[in-house]
């Protein structure tokens, strides 16, 4: 048996719910992902990801940053699953 994450969240079910924005609270749809690692514990290119809503993305990006995690944003219309990106979404930040 397989558990598929993306699906849980409705990223990959038309009529599922919109994935949320991964601040503390919100309940916004996403459209933005920031894709981050903290290098003192994932290899270089592992990237966790935080879903963010256009109201919450600058604040989400501004906590990754400033601890020097935050690799890239894309919108998440965008994001790709490949090899070397961790599946792996959030769905709520630290804060």
């Known amino acids: 048996m397989s558990f ?3 699906g849980s969240l409705g990223a990959s079910s038309p009529g599922g ?3 949320q924005c991964s601040r503390k609270g919100c309940r916004n749809n996403a459209a ?6 903290n290098p003192r514990v994932h290899t270089p ?14 604040w989400l990006g501004d906590y990754l940053a400033t601890r020097g ?17 961790d599946p792996h979404i959030s769905t709520s930040s630290q804060e």
């Open 32 to 37: 933005w992902a920031l894709r981050w690692n």
């Open 69 to 85: 995690f935050l690799k890239d944003v894309v919108p998440f219309t965008e994001l790709d699953q490949d090899q070397d990106q």
């Open 4 to 6: 598929d994450l993306l």
């Open 45 to 58: 290119e592992r990237r966790k990801i935080w879903l963010a809503c256009n109201d919450h993305r600058e």
């Open 17 to 19: 719910p919109a994935p």
